[in-house]
């Protein structure tokens, strides 16, 4: 079987293998040109179709991407573009309709793997009578409806910076810094292991000083040390504890904007956990009306949230978790700091720009949520459902996460995982057998069409991929 | 240049009036009455009181008046919305007028002024009645069992078509106005279907009115299955039941019967008259799971509830009342008030203070929207209450955006409007009418009873037409101004008001 990798990578210079792909982006908004950008630097040969003419010349000045002007949903535009001989058809423009029909007609035209951006969530109930597949959508997609579930998950791991859950939720990878006091500070990770039995987790990177590190047993922790642990999830919260970080009870949530992801996020949280009290600040009027007759159990908030008066008012110095998820990734940056200098022991921001991301840490910001990932993950989960590889990428670390078929003739095979010799950048973080998850220790054993989750970096992947 | 007076032919502007047209449609109801007014005559075949001359000759004028109005001003088009508000004030004026008739032709009233006030409480459902008291001509109207039964059987059937006529009137015309409460409970139940019973209005008053006939019929069975009420008395009760009316076949009201059972029978029906009618359908036909997640119903049980408890508590600790006395007595008569029937079993003038203050509080509820029942109803004080509660709320978060919100429903702000004006109105409204009845010199709680009385459609009220008592009495122009008090609490005072305005006759 042909392996087909497609990487999201944050720094496009390292030398990654690449097979490259056909991909024909329908829609040049803002997730379409993120989208387009991600591919183009992956070297895969994207073109872009919208009848847009200002949003094409800007994806043109920008991006090395094949732009043409045309109607998505007409026939003689889709046959321009080559959508017959597209590997990826992506259907992203901000109408569902558009995007099904654009769907359906590539399919019919021959490509080969439709993904649709469909913010009705009723085509995915499983009574529905249209089904995906009857529109010829292979996976549909809603990045804001991602982020708003990754926002949400975080929320539920209040001291970790980065969850992300792992083959179907098994396993979960989280992310959490560590504190001048942790107990962890100046221990070495054999010890922790040791000291957590018998609970197995792997620690598979660390970030430290603006560096991502993949351990080896003997490094020690230090103060500030961003830690990436990978275990099962129902040992997630001791292990959590044990790095010294309090329980913080959460039950107060100050929302920064009504934008798509800002309402999904308070639409959750309100019926996930109905005794937390949920207020959204929007400076938008009309929006805030059009939210507080759809959201009940959330406080509706017309106003700024980088108004001190406001934020003094509903009791900012009280909040829990401070969500900034408005449209301007500044304003959630500053109104994140203020929060955070107001006493909020938990921010969250939105962000897009890549150089914002690393930069968030440092100024103290808990987590940066970014909506393009969140996208291009899923485009990567389905990669996962063509059962050969599957990846994901974390926010503020420049490793990767891929789950790789061992083969009969893999180098991998029958052999404990201490026994084998593998790439430097990459750690073996758990294996899958039979829909069984296994966290690796160095006493696992690979067989022969196990999935392994690898940690690794990106300039490992080739490496890593040929023992495999 | 000269002058030229616009005549009706040359302002054929598309929003004028088309007084003709409103005509024929009159003339079309008072020809349908003419069908009504014929059936007292059966009830005169069987009692043979010679009275059924009286209704054929009414049924005769109805005939000719609605016939030849119709013929000569035939409808040809839709009606819009401003003749419609004339067609349906004119509507309840126009039948009273010729539904007095049986009055003054059987010989049982002299003066046309009660005859009237008899038929418009009759058609508004309200229950107010001038026999069994001296007039204020000095004559003396008989006292309720001495009417002939044809009469008494008219009595009651104007309750009945007057709470077909609401029924049509909530369906149709009041979400026009955004008044009517039904608007909300079809934006209150969720999902294609239950939103609208049917998707013509036509085909949704009929469904209603199977629901109305189907609870009339079936409490009938009830109360003529009672030996205590033989089968005239058990279509009588049935009818002034359901459409929440209030006229008995006895001067002592459902008293007279003296029997718990059609005591309990009566105070059930009396409540369900009270329901939205649509509930009712969907219950009927099975649809009926979460309909007591309908928060007017709630609201309207808890009131209830409430009020039959604080009554009969009172009556128990503060008259020393039985127990099963004081709960049949103060149950009848909460909901009885509630629903704004009128019907009476005990003179609740004799109870303690605090059971009569909580009953003097039960004029100003009504039922529910959609139902017979008369009064301000449970929406809009459920909505006032939740305006209240959210301008709190405000208080404490200025910045928040706050609707107001029953159920699932987020309240438009057009009917907060209305609903707020309407409370306003009708406080404004029973203040005035009282004020005036104060002037023709009746005493203060008098003066304050007629005007609830009236304006809620309840029937009795306190003082000199308290429960025991009667409006005839009262002088001349004060019934016909309570008459009118009648009709535009009957229509939700909207739909008359508007006629008084200068906007309505501008153009």
Known sequence: ?468 | MSYRIVGPQSATSTSAIDYRMILGVLGSFIFFLGFALLLPMFIDLVYNEHTWQAFLVSAGISFILGGSLYWFFKPDREVRIREAMLIVAGTWLALSFVGALPFMLTGVLSNYTDAFFETMSGLTTTGATIFGGTTHTGQTNPAVENLPNSLLFWRSLSHWLGGMGIIVLSIAILPLLGIGGMQLFQAESPGPKSDKLTPRVQQTAKLLWAVYFALTFIEFLLLWVHPSMDWFEAINHAFATMATGGFSTKNASIAGFNSAYVDAIITVFMFLAGVNFALHFKLMTGKGRGIFDNRELRFYALVTLIAIGAITASLIFQQGMQAADALRYGSFQAVSIITTTGFGTYDYELWPSLAMFILFMAFFTGGSAGSTAGGPKMIRWLILFRNSFREIKQIVHPKAILPVRIGDYVVDPGVMRAVLSFSVLYMCLFGFIALIMSAFGLDLMTSLGASIATLGNIGPGWGDVGPSENFAFIPGPAKWILSFAMMIGRLELFTVLVIFSYAFWRE
């Open chain 1, 1 to 468: 079987m042909k392996n087909i990798v497609i990487l999201v990578a944050f720094d496009h210079s390292h030398n990654v293998i690449r097979f490259t792909l056909k991909i024909v982006v329908i829609g040049a908004g803002e997730v379409g040109f993120d989208l387009s950008r991600l591919l183009s630097e992956n070297r895969h040969d994207v073109t872009v179709l919208d009848n847009n003419k200002d949003s094409l010349a800007h994806v043109e000045e920008k991006l090395d991407v094949l732009t043409i002007e045309g109607n998505a949903t007409s026939i003689q535009d889709l046959v321009n573009c080559n959508v017959q001989a597209a590997d990826i058809v992506v259907a992203v423009t901000s109408v569902d309709e558009v995007n099904m029909i654009a769907s359906m007609m590539s399919k019919r035209l021959g490509a080969k793997k439709v993904i649709t951006r469909v913010r009705n969530h009723e085509l995915s109930l499983p009574e529905s009578p249209l089904k995906p597949s009857d529109l010829g959508i292979d996976v549909l997609i809603h990045p804001e409806f991602s982020a708003a579930s990754e926002i949400v998950q975080l929320l539920k791991r209040v001291a970790a910076s980065d969850v992300l859950d792992l083959s179907d939720g098994k396993l979960q990878l989280v992310g959490i810094k560590l504190d001048r006091d942790s107990p962890l500070v100046g221990k070495s990770i054999q010890d922790y292991s040791i000291e957590m039995e018998p609970i197995v987790f792997r620690l598979v990177a660390i970030q430290r000083g603006g560096m991502s590190i993949i351990p080896s047993g003997k490094i020690r922790l230090g103060k500030n040390d961003q830690i990436f642990i990978l275990a099962k999830t129902k040992d997630i919260s001791k292990l959590v504890k044990s790095t010294g970080h309090r329980d913080i009870k959460i039950d107060r949530i100050l929302i920064s904007g009504g934008t798509t992801i800002g309402g999904l996020v308070a639409e959750m949280l309100s019926e996930q956990q109905p005794d937390w009290k949920i207020k959204l600040v929007e400076p938008d009027y009309d929006r805030a009306t059009q939210l507080a007759e759809q959201l009940k159990n959330v406080l509706i908030l017309h106003g700024n949230s980088t108004d001190p008066d406001l934020l003094a008012q509903e009791g900012i110095a009280d909040t829990d978790v401070f969500i900034a998820v408005s449209e301007d990734e500044e304003s959630n940056i500053i109104s994140c700091l203020m929060a955070k200098h107001l006493g909020v022991p938990k921010t969250v921001a939105l962000v897009s720009k890549p150089d914002y991301i690393p930069l968030s840490q440092t100024i103290g910001l808990d987590t940066a949520i970014n909506k393009k990932y969140a996208a291009a993950n899923e485009i990567h989960r389905y990669v996962r459902k063509g059962d050969l590889i599957s990846v994901a990428t974390l926010h503020g670390i420049e490793a990767e996460i891929i789950e790789l078929k061992a083969k009969e003739t893999s180098k991998v095979i029958n052999k404990p995982v201490q026994k084998l010799k593998l790439p430097k950048n990459c750690v073996i973080g758990a294996i899958i057998r039979n829909d069984n998850v296994e966290i690796a220790t160095g006493v696992s054993v690979i067989k022969p069409g196990d999935n392994v989750i690898v940690f690794v970096f990106p300039d490992a992947i080739k490496e890593v991929t040929s023992i495999f």
